[in-house]
C-alpha cells in the first residue's frame, strides 16, 4: 500500500496549522480556514487556507486538516489569486452608454441600477398586461446555482423560467440524477469515504475492489461535489480500474481493462455487462431477491444484448465486452464513477437507468467501498424548489415546459426547458420573453448549444441584465446593466451538495462588488419588499434561513409549513415541521448559526451520508419503513411507474443522434464530414469558460486545442500547434492541432468555453469567443426520451489547415454582422443538412 492514512495525519504538525483555530496571524498575513467554491471555481469545494496582506488575497494553500480533500490542491484553486485580483476585473454596477456590444459604460450606484431594473419591471412587464413569466433567468454552473439562482428568479423576480440557456435536453447531471431517482430513489456516487470526517481511518470503510471510470477524466473536472485525487487514494491502496472511453486517458493507462468505444454508444456496452451478468448468473443474488424489483423481465429483455451485437455498434472486441463486465460484476466491491457524456447523448437517461442497474443486479449499493447513496446534508435541500415556493401560483402554472416544443413528453424538472426557452425567444409562443437575466453565466461562450442561433435569439431582447465577476462577451454582447459579482474569497455562503455541510468566509473585499447573497437580499428588498422585509431583511436573515429551513416556507406566527412536492405534479405539500436536521441538531445549544460553522472550522458532516446500508435502516423512506425511496420500495430495475408517469419507455434502447445516423449510413455525407467531434474536453488549467484571464493559466494553456490522430495529421498535413477549421452544417470554428497518438483517427476532440480576455471586446470580435466555438458546430432541439440528453459530443465535422491566402470573414464577423452560419432556423427543427442558405452562399447571392 502506498497510502497510509493513518501516517498522513500522524505526520501533520498540526500546531503549526492551528488546529481548532479558523482564523490566526502567521509571518505578516492573516491566514482563514475557509472553503472554496466558483466563481473562479469548479463543482466541488476544498478546505483551504487564505493568505491576506491588508486585506487583499496573497495566497492560497491546502488546508491538511480539511477531512474533505486533506490539503490536496488542483491548480485552480492554487492560482486563485490570479483570479481574484484581476486588473481588468469590474469594480462597479455599469451601464450601457453605447450600442450593445461596443462596450461602453458608464459607472452608476447600485440604487441606480437596483431602480432602473425595478422601473423597467414595472413600466414594461407589469403595467404593459404582461406576467413574470416574460423574464428568463439564466445560469451557468458553480456558484451555489442550485441555491441561489432559482431562489432570485422566484422569491426577488417573480418568474417560473430559470435555467441554462440553449442547453437542450438538461444535458448536464439531470439524466443522471433523475434516471438513478427513477430506478434506485437515489443519488449513487463512489464510495472513497468521502461520508466520514475520519475518513479513510473509519473502521466501517473498505477500499473498492474495481472501480469503473466511464465516461470522465476525475482528476481535470473534479466534478459533480467529487475530487478526483480520492479515486487516486483508492488506487494506492489497491484497487484496480477499468476505463470506458473514446481516448486513453490517465485512468485507462493505469486500467486494467479499457474500451475505447465510438463515442454516444455507451448504452449499448451497458446493455451487453448486463447481458453478460444475468445469463452467466454473476449477480448477487442475495441482494436481488431481497431488494430488487423486475429482475426476471429484465434479465429477458437483455438476453438479445449480446458482447457481439455491441461490438458492431461500439467497435470494441466482444471479448473485451464480455471480460470486462465478468471483472466488475465477480468484485466483492465494485463502483462505477461517471460523468458528462452520460448527459450528452440521446439516450442518456435511459443509459444512466441502465448503468445505475449495473450497480444494482451486482449488490453494489450503499455497502462499503461500492456507491453509496447519498443525500443533501442535514436535509438541507434548497433547489429549483425555491422557484416554486415563492414564485405566484398563477405565475408559476405557465412555466415553459417541456411539452410546449416536445408534445407528448411529460415535464417532471424544476428548471424551465431549454428548447421551450429557445421557441418563445424565437418566436414569441406561447409568450415572449421580454427581459434576460444572466447569473454567473457566459453562454455564448460555454454552455449554450447551437451558439450562433442562441446569439441571434438573444440579440432583440428588450432588456438584458448580466450578473457576473467578469465582463464576459455575453456581457459585452447584451448587457444594458452589469452589476458585479464577488468571487469566493468575498463571499459568506455556505454550500451542501451531499456532505460535509461547508461556510465560505470571506477574506476581502472588491471595491463595490456583491455576492450572489447580498445581490438576492437587496433585489429582493427592492422588488418583492413585503416577503423580504419580513423574512430576508438582511445577509444574516438569509444566511441563517438556509441552516433553518432551506428556504422551505414556514409561517411561525401560523405554525403552517409547506415544501415543494417535487417531481410530482401536485404543487405545495403542507409538513410538519419546515425546519432542517442541522438547525433540530443545534437550535438548543445556539449553534445554529452562520458564525458557529466557521468557528468549528467551517465544516459538519451528517449522520445521514456516513451511513451504510441504510435501506436496511428505514433511512431512505419518508414512512421510515425499510426499503427504498421508489414506489415499490424495492430498487426497481424496469422503473415501470416512474417513467411511466414520465411518458419514458422503462425498456432501454439504444439510439444514434439525427448525424450519427446520417454518418453511418450515407457514405457522402460521411465522406463530406469524416470525423466524429467529441465536444468538451477538460483540462487542469479551466473550468467551463473560467480562469482565460489568468496568466499562469494560460501559460500552461495558451490557445484551445483540438486533438486529432497522427494518422489524421499525416493525411491532413497537418503540425503540431497549427490552427486548424472544425466545419458542419451549422457553422465553423478552429482550434489548434494537438497531435495524439493514440486517438481514434475517425474522431477528434476539441475544447469548449474559449474566449481570449487580452483581445478586443467589441464587436465583431467578442474577445474571439466564437471564431473558437465549437459550440457553432452543435444543434438545439434534439433530444432524447422524455426530452432528457442532447448530442453534444457526438456531432460530425470535416477539418482543414486555416491558411492566409484565403480572406475569408471570421466567424465572428459572420455571427454578429452576417446573418450567421444559418439563417433558416425554424423552431423545434435541429439541423440544416445542406448549406444552401449558408452564409457563403448568400454572400454569392450578394446579400447582407
Request: with cysteine; aromatic share 12%.
Amino acid at each position: 500500500m502506498l497510502f497510509d492514512y493513518q501516517e498522513f495525519l500522524g505526520g501533520i504538525d498540526r500546531s503549526a496549522y492551528h488546529e481548532g483555530e479558523w482564523q490566526w496571524e502567521e509571518d505578516g498575513y492573516t491566514v482563514t480556514r475557509t472553503y472554496t467554491y466558483s466563481a473562479p471555481g469548479c463543482h466541488t469545494s476544498c478546505g483551504v487556507l487564505m493568505y491576506t496582506k491588508d486585506g487583499k488575497l496573497e495566497k492560497v494553500e491546502g488546508d491538511p486538516l480539511d477531512p474533505c480533500a486533506n490539503g490536496r490542491l488542483c491548480m485552480r484553486c492554487l492560482n486563485l489569486a490570479e483570479g481574484v485580483n484581476y486588473a481588468d476585473r469590474p469594480k462597479y454596477p455599469l451601464r450601457r452608454a453605447g450600442e450593445r456590444g461596443e462596450n461602453k459604460w458608464e459607472r452608476i450606484t447600485w440604487e441606480e441600477a437596483l431602480d432602473e431594473i425595478a422601473d423597467w419591471i414595472r413600466v414594461n412587464i407589469d403595467e404593459a398586461g404582461l406576467g413574470r413569466e416574460s423574464i428568463f433567468v439564466n445560469h451557468g454552473t458553480g456558484r451555489n446555482i442550485s441555491s441561489w439562482v432559482p431562489f432570485l428568479g422566484g422569491a426577488c423576480l417573480g418568474t417560473p423560467n430559470i435555467g441554462a440557456i440553449g442547453s437542450s435536453g438538461y444535458s448536464c447531471y439531470l439524466p443522471r440524477t433523475c434516471g438513478t431517482a427513477a430506478s434506485i430513489g437515489d443519488f449513487p456516487i463512489v464510495d472513497a469515504s468521502e461520508g466520514h470526517e475520519d475518513r479513510y481511518a473509519n473502521p466501517e470503510w473498505h477500499r473498492p475492489d474495481v472501480v469503473v471510470i466511464w465516461g470522465c477524466e476525475p482528476l481535470k473536472s473534479n466534478a459533480d461535489g467529487y475530487l478526483g485525487h480520492w479515486l487516486v487514494a483508492c488506487m494506492q491502496m489497491g484497487t484496480e480500474f477499468i476505463s470506458i472511453d473514446p481516448q486513453l486517458t490517465w485512468w485507462g493507462a493505469h486500467a486494467a481493462y479499457w474500451l475505447p468505444l465510438r463515442p454516444a454508444t455507451d448504452l449499448a456496452i451497458a446493455l451487453a455487462w448486463l447481458n453478460v451478468i444475468t445469463t452467466e448468473e454473476l449477480q448477487d443474488k442475495e441482494f436481488v431477491d431481497c431488494w430488487c424489483a423486475y429482475y426476471d423481465e429484465l434479465k429477458e429483455y437483455v438476453a438479445q444484448f449480446t458482447p457481439e451485437w455491441a461490438a458492431e455498434i461500439c467497435e470494441v472486441p466482444a471479448d473485451v465486452i464480455r471480460e470486462s463486465a465478468r471483472f466488475y460484476a465477480n468484485a466483492e466491491r465494485g463502483a462505477i464513477q461517471w460523468g458528462l457524456a452520460f448527459d450528452t447523448q440521446n439516450d442518456s437517461i435511459q443509459l444512466c437507468q441502465t448503468v445505475s442497474n449495473l450497480m444494482s443486479v451486482c449488490g453494489n449499493i450503499d455497502k462499503p467501498g461500492t456507491n453509496i447513496l447519498v443525500r443533501n446534508g442535514f436535509e438541507i435541500n434548497p433547489g429549483y424548489a425555491t422557484a416554486q415556493l415563492y414564485c405566484p401560483p398563477e405565475t408559476f402554472a405557465k412555466k415553459l415546459t417541456v411539452d410546449v416544443v416536445h408534445p407528448g413528453y411529460v415535464h417532471f424538472i424544476g428548471m424551465a426547458d431549454c428548447d421551450a426557452v429557445n421557441q418563445a425567444f424565437e418566436t414569441g409562443k406561447p409568450y415572449p420573453i421580454k427581459m434576460f437575466w444572466s447569473q454567473g453565466a457566459n453562454c455564448i461562450a460555454c454552455t449554450a448549444n447551437a451558439a450562433p442561433r442562441v446569439y441571434k435569439m438573444l440579440e432583440n431582447v428588450e432588456f438584458c441584465v448580466v450578473a457576473d465577476p467578469y465582463l464576459t462577451p455575453t456581457a459585452i454582447a447584451f448587457a444594458d446593466i452589469f452589476l458585479p459579482l464577488k468571487t469566493t474569497a468575498e463571499r459568506d455562503s455556505m454550500r451542501v451538495w451531499w456532505t460535509p455541510l461547508r461556510a465560505m468566509k470571506s477574506v476581502s473585499e472588491w471595491y463595490e462588488a456583491k455576492s450572489d447573497e447580498e445581490l438576492i437580499v437587496a433585489l429582493g428588498n427592492k422588488l418583492n419588499p413585503e416577503l423580504f422585509q419580513k423574512r430576508w431583511p438582511t445577509l444574516e436573515a438569509l444566511l441563517q434561513d438556509y441552516l433553518d429551513t432551506g428556504f422551505n416556507i414556514y409561517d411561525p406566527e401560523t405554525g403552517k409549513s409547506y415544501k415543494s412536492a417535487g417531481r410530482s405534479k401536485a404543487g405545495m405539500v403542507e409538513i410538519e415541521d419546515a425546519h432542517t436536521e442541522y438547525w433540530k441538531k443545534h437550535h438548543a445549544d445556539g449553534e445554529c448559526s452562520f458564525d458557529a460553522l466557521v468557528e468549528k472550522g467551517c465544516y459538519e458532516y451528517d449522520d445521514l451520508c456516513d451511513t451504510y446500508y441504510k435501506y436496511e435502516k428505514g433511512l431512505l423512506r419518508p414512512d421510515g419503513q425499510v426499503g427504498f425511496s421508489t414506489p415499490s420500495g424495492r430498487i426497481e430495475l424496469v422503473p415501470f411507474a416512474t417513467f411511466g408517469a414520465w411518458g419514458i419507455d422503462p425498456w432501454p434502447k439504444h439510439h444514434e443522434s439525427i448525424h450519427t445516423i446520417k454518418w453511418l449510413t450515407d457514405p457522402e455525407f460521411k465522406k463530406e464530414y469524416p470525423f466524429i467531434c467529441v465536444n468538451g474536453s477538460r483540462s487542469y488549467e479551466f473550468f467551463h469558460s473560467e480562469n482565460r484571464q489568468q496568466a499562469t493559466m494560460r501559460e500552461f494553456h495558451p490557445w484551445p486545442i483540438v486533438k486529432i490522430s497522427t494518422q489524421t495529421a499525416e493525411e491532413y498535413g497537418i503540425g503540431e500547434g497549427e490552427w486548424i477549421w472544425l466545419e458542419n452544417s451549422e457553422g465553423r470554428c478552429r482550434q489548434k492541432a494537438h497531435i495524439d497518438p493514440t486517438l481514434n483517427p475517425n474522431y477528434v476532440y476539441a475544447e469548449h468555453g474559449w474566449w481570449f480576455p487580452e483581445e478586443e471586446p467589441a464587436f465583431p470580435h467578442l474577445y474571439g469567443t466564437f471564431d473558437v466555438n465549437i459550440n457553432n458546430l452543435t444543434a438545439s432541439y434534439e433530444t432524447g426520451p422524455g426530452g432528457i440528453g442532447c448530442p453534444f459530443k457526438s456531432i460530425v465535422c470535416k477539418i482543414y489547415k486555416c491558411t492566409d491566402d484565403v480572406a475569408e470573414p471570421a466567424p465572428g464577423e459572420v455571427v454578429t454582422r452576417l446573418g450567421g452560419f444559418r439563417n433558416d432556423y425554424v423552431a423545434g427543427e435541429p439541423y440544416a443538412y445542406g448549406m444552401e442558405d449558408s452564409w457563403q452562399e448568400r454572400q454569392k447571392r450578394g446579400e447582407e
